[in-house]
Structures are given as structure tokens and as C-alpha cells.
């Protein structure tokens, strides 16, 4: 069951909850499956340096751990993540609320290589989703016909989140937010894409109007979404750009509103003879 199917019964049903707050409405068994599920095999290439979960951060959602590892590929249900079905267990996202943050370490450097795709360094995944616009059918409990987006979302921050990159996890260089993207917002998660890939820079969510699943993986070229940031955004004390050539150290500060963190991913790099 995806968290918006969830949200559409929960309508009908005329049960107030929030998106992100849809699992609460699960009957204990399946939060019991949800604290069981699927977690990447690998040993986490990343550790927790400080989690503050400010004011308003979801409850139940506030394991800092959850940011750790790949984007998730199945939600609490065991079904396959996707656009239309981001994550939203409480061992897969983290939440942050205004005046909080989040900052991770990582084992090997994140490099701001000009071979990275698209010159993007990172994604940060979050947990929005786009809004399927098909009738829903109670009896079946399922979309009528092929599901399809008219490019809105749900799930999204809309709070003013930065975003700042550390190569010694002592001095942080803000990502001028001017030219870095929105905070769990678009592009939504796709559990079946390559996490090191990037959307196409320039897509905006208007390019995803009327597409299914197919159509919209089509757009996506094989990335697995989240927003993808350039370290060549970083601003020094007096605002001024400075060249980061790597980092190890990430942190997110929630000034307002909320944010959501499944997974933060290098983005590959273009090598020699393969392209
Ligand atoms: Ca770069
Ligand atoms: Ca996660």
C-alpha cells in the first residue's frame, strides 16, 4: 500500500493525517513489518555527526540513522519505490523541523570532479511523491486505469532549507541556494534508478504533466531522482565562491517548515572509454 493510496482511503474514510504522517493510520502489524523492512545490505558508507530534530519534525520519524545508505527501494509494504511511492517508513526517513539539522560524515570523499555527471556532485533524496490525478476506485482499492500525474506533488518541503558541504567537518561552505535545488522536493525518489545518476538539469515538474510510470522513467533516463547539488555553489563567510575539490561532510539546516531525508548519493563520474 502506498503512502497516497493510504491518503486517498484515509479521505474517504474522513481520517485527517498528514502525507508524511500517513503510516500512523496502519494497523499495528504493519508497522511492525514497516520497523522490519528492507535495509541496504552494504555497510553504510556514511555515519551521523549531529541531529537536531528542531520544532515540528515529525514524530516517530526522528532516527537520524534512517538518512544512512542507499535511497530506499521498497516502502513498509514491500512494494517497489517509485515517484508515485516514496518511502515513507520510520527506519527509512529522517525528519527535520525548523531550527534543526542534519550532518553526516562520510568514509570516502564526495569529489567535485569535472567528469561528475552534469557537474553535480551529490543528491539528496527526500520522500515526495507526484500526484496520481486517476479515479480511485474503493471497492478494488486501486487506481482505474494506467496511473498518471499532472506534474503536481505531494510530500514537499516548503521551508527554507540549506544546504552546506565541510572537508574537515569543522568549517562548512554554504551551497548558495540561488544555484542549488529545493530540499525534498523535486524530483521524487525512483527505487528502480541508479542513485549516481542525476535528472537531467532543467527538467522542472511541468515536463512530468499527463506521464505514467513508464513515460516519466523515460524522462528520468535512468536516474533514481533527488535533488542533485554542485559544489562549485559554495560560498565563503563573505559570500563569495570558493573551489571545495571534495568534501567528507554534509549538513541540512532547517531554518522553517520541515524537511524529510532518506538518502544522500555521489553522483557517478563519466569515465575514460565508457560513456
Ligand atoms: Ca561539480
Ligand atoms: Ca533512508
Given amino acids: 500500500m502506498s503512502k497516497q493510496k493510504l491518503s486517498v482511503l484515509a479521505k474517504a474514510a474522513r481520517v485527517s493525517i498528514t502525507a508524511t504522517a500517513a503510516a500512523a493510520i496502519l494497523p499495528v502489524a504493519v508497522t511492525l513489518l514497516a520497523a522490519e523492512s528492507h535495509r541496504p545490505p552494504h555497510t553504510p558508507s556514511a555515519v551521523v555527526v549531529s541531529y537536531d530534530p528542531g520544532v515540528g519534525a515529525v514524530p516517530r520519524f526522528t532516527d537520524p540513522r534512517a538518512a544512512l545508505g542507499a535511497p530506499s527501494q521498497i516502502n513498509p509494504?514491500?512494494?517497489?519505490?517509485?515517484?508515485?511511492?516514496?518511502?515513507?517508513?520510520?527506519?527509512?526517513?529522517?525528519?527535520?523541523?525548523?531550527?534543526?539539522?542534519?550532518?553526516?560524515?562520510?568514509?570516502?570523499p564526495i569529489l567535485n570532479h569535472p567528469n561528475n555527471l552534469?557537474?553535480?556532485?551529490f543528491t539528496l533524496f527526500g520522500n515526495t511523491g507526484f500526484i496520481i490525478t486517476n479515479e480511485f476506485d474503493l471497492t478494488s482499492f486501486d487506481w482505474v486505469g494506467i496511473p498518471a500525474t499532472?506534474?503536481?506533488?505531494?510530500?514537499?518541503?516548503?521551508?527554507?532549507?540549506?544546504v552546506s558541504a565541510s572537508r574537515n567537518g569543522e568549517e562548512y561552505f554554504?551551497?548558495?541556494?540561488?544555484?542549488?535545488?529545493?530540499?525534498?522536493?523535486?524530483p521524487?525518489?525512483?527505487?528502480?534508478?541508479?542513485?549516481?545518476?542525476p535528472v537531467a538539469?532543467?527538467?522542472?515538474?511541468?515536463?512530468?504533466?499527463g506521464t505514467t510510470l513508464a513515460e516519466l522513467r523515460a524522462l528520468y533516463q535512468g536516474s533514481a531522482g533527488g535533488a542533485s547539488f554542485d559544489l562549485d555553489a559554495a560560498l565563503d563567510s563573505r559570500g563569495q565562491s570558493v573551489f571545495l575539490p571534495e568534501i567528507r561532510f554534509i549538513?541540512?539546516?532547517?531554518?522553517?517548515?520541515?524537511?524529510?531525508?532518506?538518502?544522500?548519493?555521489?553522483?557517478?563520474?563519466v569515465s575514460r572509454g565508457r560513456p
Avoid: C, K, W
Fill in 77 to 108: 509494504f514491500g512494494e517497489p519505490t517509485d515517484p508515485f511511492n516514496p518511502p515513507y517508513g520510520t527506519n527509512q526517513i529522517v525528519s527535520v523541523g525548523a531550527g534543526g539539522h542534519l550532518a553526516l560524515q562520510f568514509h570516502t
Fill in 118 to 121: 552534469a557537474g553535480l556532485d
Fill in 150 to 162: 499532472d506534474g503536481t506533488m505531494f510530500g514537499f518541503s516548503t521551508g527554507e532549507i540549506l
Fill in 174 to 186: 554554504l551551497l548558495d541556494p540561488a544555484q542549488s535545488p529545493a530540499v525534498d522536493h523535486f
Fill in 188 to 197: 521524487p525518489t525512483d527505487g528502480a534508478g541508479d542513485p549516481g545518476v
Fill in 201 to 209: 538539469p532543467g527538467l522542472t515538474p511541468a515536463d512530468f504533466v
Fill in 251 to 269: 549538513r541540512i539546516d532547517v531554518l522553517s517548515g520541515r524537511a524529510e531525508i532518506d538518502a544522500i548519493s555521489a553522483v557517478n563520474r
